[in-house]
């Protein structure tokens, strides 16, 4: 895939292009990809907000993501 990157007269990026061919491809993929900026569903927004609680309440059980990556590497050998 062909990414060309567009920055401000500062360098920072400020936007990516691709090729239409390769949007349509990623269309394909991820039929839902145009409605990215949409709102969340309530059942999304209830789940997500379950999920945060028991982080509040027991945050003993978050872990880093580190850890995660070093167990997958781990099983893949």
Do not use: C, F
């Amino acid at each position: 895939m062909n990414v060309q990157y567009l920055s401000d007269d500062k360098g920072h990026i400020t936007a990516v292009q691709v090729a239409i061919e390769d949007w349509e491809r990623l269309r394909l993929v991820h039929p839902d990809i145009n409605d990215i900026d949409s709102e969340l569903s309530l059942w999304q927004t209830q789940l997500l907000d379950q999920r945060l609680k028991v982080i509040e309440e027991h945050p003993e059980l978050v872990r880093p993501i580190s850890e995660l990556i070093d167990v997958l590497n781990r099983d893949a050998d």
